[in-house]
Structures are given as structure tokens and as C-alpha cells.
């Protein structure tokens, strides 16, 4: 059993001799034995030290580590807000990310992330508590500026909370994209449950502003992509 934890070690150090300086083999350790709040400890170290504070790798295994804790479900005062502190963490680790080298090869993780939000956001928006919905979804935009479920979904929180002018804009920004999407195959599961919902969300919302012909348009767009029962009842009341 020790003989395969240091090969597997070994093989993780050669993954991350790119990481220069250091290698961080310390911290590759404390990931295969699972010890994450020490793995968190020491890592954050890294932060902080002048060699590496600028390191995108020290703020990527923070975040890791963080990620890792938050899923413990024990009662150490010190990691209380361990899953928001890992967010906090990550998208410093993509802001020092300048050549895109931690994303391409920890693209897992981001996406892991990402769908840990995902849940957070629809868990919020089916208990209409769009306030939190939004705070969530607006962690998803900060790492996946791009991602148009996201943006929709940012566009009927604000609108649920009143903001109609914010969401109107985001909706005229967003018109287009919708139009020359032509597939979601790539997206997980979880990612295409959260691109319906957003979807949905958008169409009630501009039917209730009296945008009825938009609402129609995104909806027919969307008969691209999901074949449910679910989608194909709630676009029946169109």
C-alpha cells in the first residue's frame, strides 16, 4: 500500500512540475492522504509568501482544499465558511491565471464548482428565494463570464427582485446569443437542468412584462434542446 501512494505521488509531482516555483510536493501529499484542512493550512501559506504570492497553483489547491472541507459536514469553527472561501480562492487563482495553464488542466475542478453552484442556485430559485439565487448565480458569471444559462438566470433574479430596467438590459444583450445557439450536447446534466431553468425563468418573466411574441421565440428555440414532458406542458400556456 505505501509502495502505490508513492508512485502515485510521483506521478502527480511530475503533473505539477510545471508549477515552478515550487513543485508543492507537500501539498500533493496532504491531498492523497485526504487531509485537507491541513492541506488548506499550508496552502494558504503559499498565498501570502512573496515567491508565491502571485502563483496561480497556490490559490488553486486553497480553493481545492477549502472545496474538499466544506463537504466534511463537522464542526471546526475555523472552516465554518470553507465553500465560500474556496470560491473566493478560485477565482483568484483564475485572475492570476494568465495564460489559461491552471484552467486547461484543472478544467474538473472549475467544472465541479461550478455544478456545486448550479445546485445552489435551482435549490434557491425553487424555494423563491431570489436574493440568494442571485448572490450564487453571480459566482458562476465571476467564473464562467460567458456561460448564457447564467446570464439568463441573472436577468429573472433581478427582475423577481424588482430590478425590471437590469433585466430588460440583460435580456436585449442576450436576444442574439440565444438565437444562434444551435446545440447544448457538451453540457452536463446538471448544466443542461440549470440552462432549462434559466430558460423557463426568462420566458415567465418576459410574459408577464407583456413580451409575449420573445417569450414565444425563446421558447420555440428551446423545443431544440429539451424533448420532456416538464418543458413541453410549461410552454403549452404560451
Not at 415567465?204 to 420573445?214: A, F, N
Amino acid at each position: 500500500m505505501k509502495a502505490i501512494l508513492i508512485l502515485f505521488i510521483a506521478i502527480l509531482t511530475v503533473q505539477y512540475t510545471h508549477a515552478q516555483p515550487p513543485t508543492y510536493n507537500d501539498l500533493l501529499i496532504y491531498y492523497v492522504d485526504g487531509n485537507y484542512k491541513k492541506l488548506a493550512a499550508k496552502a494558504e501559506k503559499y498565498t501570502l509568501k512573496e515567491e508565491t504570492k502571485n502563483d496561480p497553483y497556490a490559490y488553486f489547491w486553497t480553493s481545492k482544499a477549502l472545496f474538499k472541507v466544506s463537504f466534511q459536514n463537522d464542526n471546526d469553527e475555523t472552516f465554518k465558511n470553507a465553500y465560500k472561501e474556496s470560491i473566493s480562492y478560485l477565482l483568484k487563482c483564475q485572475k492570476k491565471d494568465k495564460t489559461h495553464e491552471v484552467y486547461d488542466k484543472e478544467k474538473d475542478f472549475f467544472l465541479e464548482v461550478k455544478q456545486s453552484l448550479i445546485e445552489l442556485v435551482i435549490n434557491e430559485i425553487t424555494s423563491k428565494d431570489y436574493k440568494k439565487a442571485l448572490e450564487w448565480n453571480k459566482k458562476i458569471i465571476a467564473l464562467f463570464p460567458e456561460d448564457l444559462a447564467a446570464k439568463l438566470m441573472d436577468g429573472a433574479c433581478k427582475y423577481y427582485l424588482k430590478d425590471v430596467p437590469g433585466a430588460t438590459v440583460i435580456w436585449n444583450e442576450n436576444q442574439a446569443f440565444i438565437e444562434q445557439m444551435q446545440s447544448i450536447d457538451s453540457y452536463s446534466e446538471k448544466e443542461k437542468e440549470y440552462f432549462k431553468m434559466s430558460i423557463m425563468q426568462t420566458i415567465t418573466c418576459l410574459k408577464t412584462v407583456k413580451q409575449l411574441d420573445r417569450a414565444k421565440n425563446i421558447a420555440q428555440k428551446g423545443n431544440l434542446w429539451f424533448k420532456d414532458d416538464d418543458y413541453k406542458q410549461f410552454i403549452s400556456t404560451l
